[in-house]
């Protein structure tokens, strides 16, 4: 050979270099598109993991609520802690179990769980009302007296005797 390439070898040659020009940006794009789907699919992946869990919390939450109401306590308290473990954030467990504790007369725990659930929800009424409860049955009549007050503020007007019963309970108790 003389090293002279010949017409039909430039033309492949022209042909591969335009071939290039045109497929090397499409290659670029779709390992860009490749890398952006990988990212994508760990963001959804995380996503769902994350409210999967929250879902999964809210699934024990209702179940523990169920045991709750057949007086099945014990039952209830397993369920709660079941959704904490799944989300730890479960403002409805800590409420729940606060009232399963209440309700085995465990105040410690109880109080655990009602001063978590109110740091979550301060404006709650019910969660005032169990927590002014566990205080009241720990002897500190002042401080349950004052969240007393303030659930008989935040319930609706058809709800208010609840606060009010457990009013006038401790202020008998407290000679007032």
Known sequence: MNGMLSVQEKSLVRLHVMA???LYPIEVFLSLVRGIGSAIFFAV?????LFS?????QEYAQ??????RRSEVPQAE???RLALQQDAKCSEAHLGLCRC????LKLAEARVHGEAFLRACPLHAEGNLYMAAVLHYQGYSGAAL???EKA????????????????SKIKKNMNI
Do not use: D, S, T, V
């Open 146 to 148: 004052k969240l007393l």
């Open 20 to 22: 290039a020009w045109i």
């Open 152 to 167: 008989e503020k935040l319930y609706p007007e058809q709800y208010k005797y609840k606060a009010r019963m457990l009013i």
């Open 53 to 57: 869990r929250r879902r999964r919390a």
């Open 45 to 49: 992946a995380l996503f769902w993991g």
């Open 63 to 68: 179940q523990a609520r169920i045991h709750e």
């Open 101 to 104: 504790y209440l309700a085995q």
């Open 78 to 80: 397993e369920h709660y």
